[in-house]
């Protein structure tokens, strides 16, 4: 009954390499959100989805692109990976984009980039 | 399993007042960390304040304060003389020694003119 789920937790992988985090919710939200969280504790958004279109984009390398093949599904494909792109991401999720609304997280996934 | 609840989903504060947001966690760790992030309209999430659980002097951070009552598993942040640009969704966070953080889902703070 996770209300906010990622896959995996834990990531750990090459540089060069090609690799995608999961993440789902069954809270029937409209809004899901990729955060990155640096080894400083700063979390930094990165993408916004409502109902399967992208709102939020924050500059962040093209190498990272969000699939949403449904709104409860916000994927994350990370191409070329690099060493500066070990961190933490969060996927969240709430009723709706406005900022008024609470946000669901994910218990994050760890990547780790050698 | 390790939780945190803010029990107000939203507060307002009149300008130049103080405002106190409530956060409650539960872990069955004895060491972790515990923080506060802002949400401003830009949606980036910024750090305010981190308290170590080992220490038990409250953290303070300019106008940002918490206090901290580790018995009672209590972390509020209290936000003196407010102004304007504290308008935002406001975080309670826990994290372990293992470094996995667990957020609140948050308090929508409204200041009043």
């Known amino acids: 009954d996770t209300a906010v789920s990622q896959t995996p937790k834990y990531l750990v992988t090459q540089m060069g390499n090609d690799k995608s985090i999961k993440c789902e919710q069954n809270l029937g939200h409209d809004t899901m959100y990729w955060y990155k969280q640096d080894s400083k504790k700063f979390l930094k958004i990165m993408f916004s989805?409502?109902?399967?279109?992208?709102?939020i984009n924050e500059t962040v390398p093209n190498r990272f692109s969000p699939k949403s093949p449904d709104k409860a599904h916000l994927n994350l494909h990370i191409n070329s990976l690099e060493l500066g792109d070990s961190a933490v991401y969060f996927c969240a999720s709430s009723p709706a984009g406005g900022l008024s609304y609470e946000q669901y997280f994910g218990p994050g996934t760890r990547l780790t980039v050698t | 399993a390790q939780t945190v609840t803010q029990s107000q989903p939203e507060m307002s504060v009149q300008e130049a007042e103080t405002v106190t947001l409530s956060c409650t966690y539960d872990?069955?760790?004895?060491?972790?960390?515990l923080f506060w992030y802002k949400q401003p309209p830009s949606r980036q999430m910024i750090l305010v304040i981190r308290q170590e659980a080992y220490k038990q002097q409250n953290a303070t951070e300019n106008r940002f304060s918490v206090n901290f009552q580790k018995a009672a598993k209590s972390f509020s942040l209290k936000i003196s003389d407010s102004q304007l640009g504290d308008a935002a969704m406001y975080f309670c966070a826990a994290m372990n020694r293992d470094d996995k953080i667990i957020f609140g889902k948050g308090t929508r703070l409204h200041i009043l003119p």
């Open positions: 989805y409502n109902n399967k279109e992208l709102i």
């Open positions: 872990t069955s760790e004895s060491d972790y960390y």
